[in-house]
């Protein structure tokens, strides 16, 4: 009876030491896995900038990837500059769509925001105030006559600009930065994962570059049906040929950046025809100088920002000092919201100059 006791109590610390053992093994794993690693510890496919050299993660669950949203790392501020940039976006297009939906007017105003109908596009036209008197501060000859009570409640239904080519813009800006905190949140899962993220990224700044175009081109030509499509067609066709193009996974490699900035430039930069189009049929308006200021801001922004991102600047000339914080991408990052917070004030003058014209006047008259 003795013996089986005794034999009873090592069997139970036989079972203890190898529950303990495989604890041990366990944690040991646990701690591989998500630790963060240095850039010589990376797999070959997530060696994209061998100037930022620590504080990577790699291979990491779905779940542990979503919470390192509240850690910090070498993608931290990558995530949040563009969730932030899409819940300002978010935010600018529940204000814009409360004026036209009663539904989200009072949903807003459950969320203690003190919103009246009409007040709505003037939260707009304050901000197009901030930037008139930005720019008479640097002595551009621009001057805004759009008045700020001037709201869309108060004019004939018929001369109310369509809506939709404005929210088009607001829409591509947030899938752009939504793909993008999506992609720098979650490509640290698996290569599969990675590559597929990091199309939807690309695919993300073309919709973005695309819907950027909607507003200008369609209220700056809304009386002139002929150059209208061809603008619109053109840089949806440029931006459907570069998404195709980029789909191939090669060409989401480092080794690549450079040329999916040229594409990228190229579509922005095709802004420049429909730009000066525009300058020569309305080139005594008065507003011309203030959109044009607005857009030259949003050009100087993401071509800025594109130089950042192909130099990689400043890690370049201090590997390791920038891991965290202050490295090129982050600082693209912050160009891309000031490019498209500029193009937003401009899109706003568009709305609210072809709400006052309508296409009674003259397509000569901005």
């Not at 990224?201 to 049906?225: E, K, L, N």
């Amino acid at each position: 009876m003795e013996f089986e006791s005794q034999q009873l109590t090592m069997e139970e610390k036989l079972e203890n030491k190898r529950k303990k053992l495989n604890q041990r093994k366990k944690k040991k794993k646990k701690e591989k896995q998500y630790k963060l690693l240095s850039y010589e510890e990376l797999p070959e496919y997530m060696k994209e900038n061998e100037y930022i050299r620590n504080y990577y993660r790699a291979e990491w669950p779905i779940k542990n990837a979503l919470l390192s949203l509240f850690s910090w790392h070498n993608e931290t501020l990558n995530i949040w500059t563009h969730l932030l940039g899409f819940f300002a976006f978010l935010g600018l297009t529940l204000v814009h769509l409360s004026h036209h939906v009663p539904e989200v007017a009072d949903f807003l105003g459950h969320l203690t925001w003190s919103i009246s109908t009409n007040a709505v596009e003037n939260v707009s036209s304050n901000l197009g105030t901030f930037f008139v008197e930005a720019v008479a501060f640097i002595k551009l000859p621009v001057s805004l006559q759009a008045d700020a009570d001037v709201v869309e409640s108060a004019l004939p239904a018929a001369a109310a600009a369509a809506r939709w080519p404005f929210f088009v813009f607001l829409g591509g800006s947030m899938f752009c930065l939504l793909s993008s905190s999506a992609c720098h949140l979650l490509c640290c899962h698996s290569r599969r994962l990675s590559l597929f993220l990091l199309r939807m990224d690309y695919v993300g700044i073309a919709v973005m570059i695309v819907t950027s175009f909607f507003p200008p081109v369609y209220y700056i030509f809304q009386c002139d049906p002929h150059w209208r499509a061809t603008y619109l067609v053109a840089i949806s066709a440029m931006g459907f040929v570069t998404v195709f193009t980029l789909l191939s996974p090669q060409l989401s490699t480092g080794k690549f950046r450079a040329y999916r900035a040229m594409l990228f430039s190229g579509m922005g930069l095709f802004g420049l025809v429909p730009a000066a189009h525009a300058a020569v049929l309305n080139w005594g308006d008065p507003r011309r100088g203030v959109t044009m200021a607005y857009e030259a801001a949003m050009a100087a922004a993401y071509l800025t920002g594109t130089v950042f991102y192909v130099t990689r600047v400043p890690e370049r000339w201090k590997p390791g000092w920038f891991d965290l914080a202050g490295h090129s991408h982050q600082i693209f990052h912050v160009f891309v919201i000031a490019g498209a917070a500029a193009h937003y004030g401009a899109a706003v003058i568009f709305l609210q100059w072809r709400d006052q014209v309508g296409c009674e006047q003259s397509v000569h008259t901005l």
